[in-house]
């Protein structure tokens, strides 16, 4: 058993929000009880303890979607390339990069990702991985490194048709080999969903395909409307917008989720609530990629369920935050909008998402939930309750205020040190796998 204590307890826990001086018992894989510190020690004295020397003691943070393949991509020019649309830094890095992307690279950008999880405090992904050079075996491999460094996953692979029909057909089979794999372990802390690109790689021929090799094992994970490239080519190729052709393609639902949703209308926004298909915005890549804000006000407001990701740009979930809110009011040139809806995002409504894929509740600490629980160094010089716990988060912490990380019950990282995980090792095999990527991509050794 562990107890986590001496420090403030962030539950989100309706039931019992605040704890001023609490403790998290945990046994097994699941939280047994929150509560007093004092009431804990006394009931618990031989558990194992936890010291959150005086921090914040909160839930683990959910990622709902980030992609693995773009890992070893930190510092890396590509020769010649100078994007200067959507489409150009689709074709010029991420595509030419997964496109060389072997098993071992596939598995060092998992490992490369997940380190930086855990040190931010991210306990789940919902991952959307693409690596053409070798298709066969990629979730499997990204499962292996999930299942080693202790790290919750639901996975998908990206199906698209850029690269012809034999590596999509390939794609297709091995969502449908690890999704029907996943429906045989039935491990809460691996699950697999059905992924798809964009829709402008995709013909409905292939939505067909899709779904029937799915054959209802899970749902749908696809980026839709990132760009204006999903809606012209709807348009112009289907007669319809992006949500309408997944709708008619039978991809939507309550276990789909839909990446990014920029250009979407607000009959668009009426479908996605009414069949429960849920979304999740990415502030900082569409910044970072000059593809608009996504209307995810509006969303919510129409009573859409919409997460909170990184599509990679980060895997600090508190930064993402941070981005969620000026993003959103710089866009609708209002300071007082996006707050309580940021705050929704993240430990509401990605715990919503995860509960569609996993058994134990997530996001919360309460007896019964998965044991995935972080603390976070947070000395305060003003006054810090349950009721402006919120405001301390949003200007006050980042990920790398994360001391310690625990899923499902395994101590992960302990006081800013990797616990069973031998990270030297990994970043040495790590650079080597790096090193041959970046060769392959610019034609030089590194």
């Known amino acids: 058993m562990l107890l986590i204590g001496n420090g403030r307890v962030l539950t989100r826990d309706p039931d019992h929000p605040y704890w001023p001086d609490g403790a998290v018992a945990v046994e097994g894989e699941v939280i047994a009880e929150v509560g007093e510190r004092g009431a804990l020690r006394a009931k618990y004295p031989d558990a194992e303890w936890i010291d959150a ?222 069949t429960g298909t849920m979304c999740v915005n990415n502030p900082e890549s569409n910044m970072g990629n000059a593809v608009g804000c996504a209307p995810a006000l509006q969303m919510l407001q129409r009573g859409v369920t919409v997460g909170l990701g990184t599509d990679a740009y980060t895997h600090d979930m508190l930064e993402s935050l941070k981005v969620f809110l000026l993003i959103q009011r710089h866009n609708a040139a209002l300071p007082n909008v996006g707050w309580g809806e940021a705050m929704t995002m993240l430990f509401e409504n990605n715990a919503k998402i995860a509960a569609r894929y996993f058994k134990k509740p997530l996001g919360v600490l309460k007896p019964g939930a998965a044991a995935d629980v972080i603390v976070m160094d947070y000395p305060t010089f003003t006054p810090l309750s349950g009721e402006n716990a919120d405001g301390h988060i949003l200007f006050g912490m980042m990920g790398r205020s994360c001391r310690t990380t625990i899923v499902n019950g395994r101590v992960l990282y302990r006081d800013r040190q990797f616990v069973d995980i031998d990270e030297a090792r990994l970043n040495a095999w790590t650079l080597e796998q790096s090193r041959k990527l970046w060769g392959e991509l610019n034609h030089r050794a590194y």
Do not use: Q
């Open 53 to 274: 020397r005086g921090g914040i003691v909160m839930p683990g943070l959910i990622n709902a979607h980030t992609h693995i393949y773009s890992g070893l991509a930190r510092g890396l020019a590509i020769e010649g390339n100078n994007p200067t649309n959507f489409l150009e830094i689709l074709e010029g890095t991420w595509w030419n990069i997964d496109r060389h992307l072997t098993l071992p690279m596939t598995r060092a950008s998992a490992y490369a990702t997940l380190l930086e999880c855990i040190r931010d405090g991210v306990t789940t992904i919902f991952d959307h991985h693409a690596s053409f050079c070798e298709i066969p075996g990629s979730l499997f491999a990204i499962r292996d490194a999930a299942k080693e460094l202790g790290v919750r996953a639901c996975l998908c692979y990206e199906v698209s048709e850029r690269d012809g029909a034999e590596k999509c057909d390939e794609a297709i089979r091995e969502n449908a080999e690890f999704a029907r794999w996943a429906v045989r372990e039935d491990d809460d802390m691996i699950r697999a969903m059905f992924g798809g690109h964009a829709l402008f790689t995709l013909s409905d021929r292939t939505f067909e395909k899709m779904v029937r090799a799915n054959d209802g094992m899970t749902g749908f994970h696809i980026h839709v409307a990132e760009g204006m490239n999903d809606v012209y080519d709807s348009l112009r190729n289907y007669g319809c917008r992006p949500v309408n052709r997944l709708l008619y393609n039978g991809i939507l639902g309550e276990r789909t989720l839909l990446g990014h949703c920029i250009h979407v209308s607000p009959a668009e926004m009426d479908i996605l609530r009414e």
